[in-house]
């Protein structure tokens, strides 16, 4: 059986943490402090890093989780939910050689347009294009602290602060010189307004306002058979470019004038 590891970021009572340890026989649950033991010291370099962690909850996802996770470790978000039992086994060959996520309906990156492709065009830069982090599988050997702690120097980078931990994964994937690799959008894609379950749906990320309706969906999960077991699909995610990031930024506009 695959082991779960849970992390968590300080907000959960003993009690809570004993109550997932119950209902999720076998698991394990990192907590805030244990995170904080192992993780700081070896951070003692990276100040940047280290602000970011203290800073922003989603530096934990970024420094934390994966520098506590062993390789071949898929990490999924905890407001992922998942519709029917599934495999991961497919995505094994790839996560030795390349940086796998989920795809997102946007482009959300935390530089505003122009400032992203000014950074992008003088570092040489490359950004795979609809990247979420809800979902990620990294090679260990392509992880590098120090490229985290150059990216957080970068002002541009930290105009959207929820949006920083993303944005870097996409970036150092970027640096990999191999294709970025993107879960299959039919199976696992993010939480939109007119959400629709779909047959081939595996899993749904409920990110910002959209957690509070994971109860209204919960009913799709329960009704479906435990004896089917379906794997991801991987398909690399084509290139970031300035039209992408500019028909983004239209729709997006388009989007507020109607709310």
Known sequence: MTALTIF????????DAETLRTA???SRVVRREEMDAQVRPRLSSHPNCLELRDKNAFGLKLLDAAMLTESG?????????????FTCESLVPYQASHFIFMGDERQGYSARIFGLFRIIWKHKLTLPSRVNTGCWSYPSHLYDLDFIEWFLTLPEFRRFPQLIEQTCWAAMAGQSKRDVMILDRKQIYCATDKLKIREQTISVHFADYHKKRVAEFAPFSENQSSEEITSFHLVPASRLTFFKMLMNSVKNRWRRLWL
């Open 24 to 26: 999720l026989p076998g």
């Open 73 to 85: 470790t898929i990490f999924f978000d905890s407001d992922v939910m998942f519709f029917k039992p």
């Open 8 to 15: 968590e970021d300080g907000s959960l009572s003993d009690v």
